[in-house]
Each structure stands twice: as C-alpha cells, then as structure tokens.
T-cell receptor
Framework: KAGVTQTPRYLIKTRGQQVTLSCSPI?????VSWYQQTPGQGLQFLFE???????NKGNFPGRFSGRQFSNSRSEMNVSTLELGDSALYLC????????????FGPGTRLLVL | AQSVTQPDIHITVSEGASLELRCNYS??????LFWYVQSPGQGLQLLLK??????LVQGIKGFEAEFKRSQSSFNLRKPSVHWSDAAEYFC???????????FGKGTTLSVSS
C-alpha cells in the first residue's frame, strides 16, 4: 500500500506570495492533518480535516487554510507569505476508526525569500 | 497547559550501548502517547504508541517505552544501539483520535563507533 505523498517536495517563494501544498493520504484513510516544523518552534499542529470538514485547528493565523476533497486528498494554502513561514510542512493521515495512528508523509520544504 | 518535554536536546551513545530517551508530558485528559523518529530529510516514522493496557510497550527496530502515570513520563529505551539509529526522536501526546498531536522539541541521537 502506498504511503502518504506530498507535492511538491521543495518550493521557493517570495514574501507576499501565496502557496498551495498538496497531500494524498494512504488509500482508505479519511483523516488528514497538517503540521509545521521549524527549528525554533518544532512540530506544531495546523489543522485536521475529515470528510471534507475541518475538525480541529491549531493556533495559527487565518493566512493558513486548508481543504479536503471527496477522495480525502487535502490541500493547504498560505497567503501573504512571511519569512517566518519557511518550514517543513508535514501531512499525516489516519483511518479514523478509533484509537488512531497517524502516518506521515515526507513533507514539503518551503523557503520564503 | 498541555505540553511535552524532552529534556535532552542531543545525546551521543556508543554503538552497542543502551539508550534511554526521556519524555515528560502534561495533559489534562487520558494521554495517548507516541514516539516518532525522523531521519534527515524524511518524514516521521512511528516507533511505538501507548493507548492503554500494559505500560511497557514494544515497538519497531527493537525499541520499547514505559508509561509511568505517577511520573507523567514515557521514556524510550533500546538495549543495544546501532549506527543506523542515529536520527531525531520525537515524543508526542494526543487524545484518542490521535490527530492533533502535541510534540516535544525532539532529541537528536548520535551514535559513535
């Protein structure tokens, strides 16, 4: 079974631009979560989607948004990029059938110049 | 506040020696505990998890962890470290859904020959 895939793997943007990252969960998984990883703040939860609805949200500004499609694929968008948004963005999927385990993708590394 | 503390930022262990990585958590509800490993440029791989039952849990690659509720700890151990174990290790806590995980800042393990 294929793992979680994320595209693109690397991205360079400039301040003020916006960016969209994509995540394809493991087949059959219905929950997708996003995390931001930076050297200073570590791993922080952004949000979780289940059945096309945002079910949980971390403490990030409204510039960070996401969505989930009917096939469980998810995208996250960051508008008006700031230098501090440079990070590794990790997507994780899980079955959502009880006591869950999240499986992580390789991440998208975003550099904002 | 909910949090995870990994007191050791960096640990160096000789190959073949035993390993213990510390993790302490603060969580209001019943904690679901996880250890993940991240190799350079990679996503997170689940080593083991604790949901309930036996407080000593076995994971992949010969790792084990012990949940001690009285000490709010979930330390990771391995009896004999291999050079391939060099990586960054993250302890995390979450609720039963296991999605909005709270991560520690990580411990970097170096293995010397």
């Amino acid at each position: 079974k294929a793992g979680v895939t994320q595209t693109p793997r690397y991205l360079i943007k400039t301040r003020g631009q916006q960016v969209t990252l994509s995540c394809s969960p493991i087949s059959g998984h219905r929950s997708v979560s996003w995390y931001q990883q930076t050297p200073g703040q570590g791993l922080q939860f952004l949000f979780e989607y289940f059945s096309e609805t945002q079910r949980n949200k971390g403490n990030f500004p409204g510039r960070f948004s996401g969505r989930q499609f009917s096939n469980s694929r998810s995208e996250m968008n960051v508008s008006t990029l700031e230098l501090g948004d440079s990070a590794l963005y990790l997507c994780a999927s899980s079955l959502d059938s009880g006591e869950e385990t999240q499986y992580f993708g390789p991440g998208t590394r975003l550099l904002v110049l | 506040a909910q949090s995870v503390t990994q007191p050791d930022i960096h640990i160096t262990v000789s190959e073949g020696a035993s390993l213990e990585l510390r993790c302490n958590y603060s969580y209001g509800a019943t904690p679901y505990l996880f250890w993940y490993v991240q190799s350079p440029g990679q996503g997170l791989q689940l080593l083991l998890k604790y949901f309930s039952g036996d407080t000593l849990v076995q994971g992949i690659k010969g790792f084990e962890a012990e949940f001690k509720r009285s000490q709010s700890s979930f330390n990771l151990r391995k009896p004999s470290v291999h050079w391939s174990d060099a990586a960054e290790y993250f302890c995390a806590v979450g609720d039963q859904a296991g999605t909005a995980l709270i991560f520690g800042k990580g411990t970097t393990l170096s293995v010397s020959s």
